[in-house]
C-alpha cells in the first residue's frame, strides 16, 4: 500500500527565512502529489499539485514543490516566508481508482515574526 | 468562491449514541469524500461516493458508518453506536473525481465521553 512520510513534525522559523518541508512517498509507479495547508481554524487547502511534466511545481502564495522521482521525494520550498505562512502543511498522495488521497501527518510551521 | 461546509462545527456524545456529521459539498462536483484525523495522527480516508452509492471504502470504514446523500446537496456521515477511539476531526470533500482537486470543508470536531 501507499504511504507518505513527512519527516518533521514541527519547524520554527524566522520571518525571511527559508523553508523546505520534506516529504517521501512509497509508490515507484506512477505518482500524482499534492501539498494542503491549514491555516489555523481553516479547512484544508491545496497549495500544488504534480501530475506530470515540469518536475518543479510552482503553487500559491509562493510555494514550490519538486518531485524527483530517483529519491521517492516531493519536497515543498518557499524562499522567505512570512509570519502569515503559520500553518500545517500536508502532503499526499493519490490513492486509487475513486480518488482518495493517503496524507502523511502533517507539519507544523511556525513563523516567528 | 463556492466552499464545502460542514455542520457541526463540533460535537460531543456519549459512547454508544448515534451522531450524524452533515456536509454540503460543491454544487457541481460529483465525488464526495470523508475522511478523519484522529488527534496528532495523520489525515486518513474514510469512503468516498459518487451516483448515489459508495465507490471506495477503506477498513475503516466498517458497518458502524454510513453515508447517504439524501437530498441534492446534503452529504451525511453517520456513526451508529459511537466508541471513544470514533474522536476525531472528520472533513468533508468534494472533487470531480480521480485525479481531480479535493475541495475540503472546515471540519467536524467529534468528542466522544
Known amino acids: 500500500a501507499q504511504s507518505v512520510s513527512q519527516h518533521n513534525h514541527h519547524v520554527i522559523l524566522s520571518e525571511a527565512a527559508s523553508l523546505e518541508l520534506g516529504c517521501n512517498y512509497s509508490?515507484?509507479?506512477?505518482?500524482?502529489l499534492f501539498w494542503y495547508v491549514q491555516y489555523p481554524g481553516q479547512h484544508l487547502q491545496l497549495l500544488l499539485k504534480?501530475?506530470?511534466?515540469?518536475?518543479l511545481v510552482k503553487g500559491i502564495k509562493g510555494f514550490e514543490a519538486e518531485f524527483i522521482k530517483s529519491k521517492f521525494s516531493f519536497n515543498l520550498r518557499k524562499p522567505s516566508v512570512q509570519w502569515s505562512d503559520t500553518a500545517e502543511y500536508f502532503c499526499?498522495?493519490?490513492?486509487?481508482?475513486?480518488?482518495?488521497?493517503?496524507f502523511g501527518k502533517g507539519t507544523k510551521l511556525s513563523v516567528k515574526p | 468562491e463556492p466552499e464545502v461546509t460542514q455542520t457541526p462545527s463540533h460535537q460531543v456524545t456519549q459512547m454508544g449514541q448515534e451522531v450524524i456529521l452533515r456536509c454540503v459539498p460543491i454544487?457541481?462536483?460529483?465525488?464526495f469524500y470523508w475522511y478523519r484525523q484522529i488527534l496528532g495522527q495523520k489525515v486518513e480516508f474514510l469512503v468516498s461516493?459518487?451516483?448515489?452509492?459508495?465507490?471506495?471504502k477503506s477498513e475503516i470504514f466498517d458497518d458502524q458508518f454510513s453515508v447517504e446523500r439524501p437530498d441534492g446537496s446534503n452529504f451525511t456521515l453517520k456513526i451508529r453506536s459511537t466508541k471513544l477511539e470514533d474522536s476525531a476531526m472528520y472533513f468533508c470533500?468534494?472533487?470531480?473525481?480521480?485525479?481531480?482537486?479535493?475541495?475540503f470543508g472546515p471540519g467536524t470536531r467529534l468528542l466522544v465521553l
Open positions: 504534480y501530475f506530470s511534466g515540469d518536475p
Open positions: 454544487s457541481n462536483h460529483l465525488y
Open positions: 499526499a498522495v493519490y490513492g486509487g481508482s475513486q480518488g482518495n488521497l493517503i
Open positions: 509508490y515507484g509507479g506512477t505518482v500524482n
Open positions: 461516493f459518487y451516483n448515489n452509492e459508495i465507490s471506495e
Open positions: 470533500a468534494s472533487g470531480g473525481g480521480g485525479v481531480e482537486t479535493q475541495y
